[in-house]
């Protein structure tokens, strides 16, 4: 029941993760003629289009906050993980636990921050392109709230695999996909 209940949630997260990858490149996909009209109207037309600028502010944490949160998903993050490779499995399970739970409170705190720059930021309106500014920050509450939910899916495929872990002769993060798909 544990492990189908951890496999329902990972398959979930497969999921959103490709929904925020796909975010993530389709707003790298807009900033490419954003930018490229801003070269066209500042060398070419002598007229430098103002709202490009803001535009890709906006862009740029659409890129950044959802794709960060997928790369928690895939382990595709940066990450030092010397030391617990060089621990027994059941030891790198337990710090890897640890730097998962470490996770969960640091998206946490992401997504409240992130929540809080919206509704103090949403009454003002961005300069040029006159749409509210707690728009900003709501790429940092997904990305939060990504990273909370990614690691404590994390933790509960360690959990659920702890035999796998046992039996084996080193600890990684793939050995525990084969038990939830």
């Not at 490149?25 to 709202?51: C, D, H, K, M, Q």
Request: with cysteine.
């Amino acid at each position: 029941m544990f492990s189908q209940l951890t496999g329902m949630l990972d398959r979930l997260g497969g999921r959103l993760a490709k929904i925020l990858n796909l975010i993530g490149g389709i707003a790298l996909v807009a900033l490419i003629p954003a930018f490229a009209w801003l070269v066209f109207g500042r060398y070419v037309l002598n007229e430098t289009p103002t709202w490009v600028e803001q535009l890709s502010l906006i862009l740029i944490v659409l890129i950044t906050f959802p794709v960060a949160a997928a790369c928690i998903r895939d382990n595709s993050h940066l990450s030092v993980s010397f030391f617990r490779d060089a621990l027994p499995p059941k030891a790198a399970a337990v710090m890897a636990l640890i730097s998962y739970a470490a996770m969960v409170v640091f998206g946490y705190y992401m997504f409240i921050g992130g929540y809080d720059l919206v509704v103090f930021n949403w009454a003002k309106k961005m300069p040029i392109i006159h749409i509210p500014d707690g728009m900003r920050s709501i790429p940092m509450m997904v990305c939060g709230a990504g990273i909370a939910f990614y690691s404590v899916v994390h933790i509960l495929k360690i959990l659920s695999g702890w035999n796998t872990i046992a039996q084996s002769r080193f600890y990684s993060d793939k050995l525990l996909d084969k038990d939830t798909e």
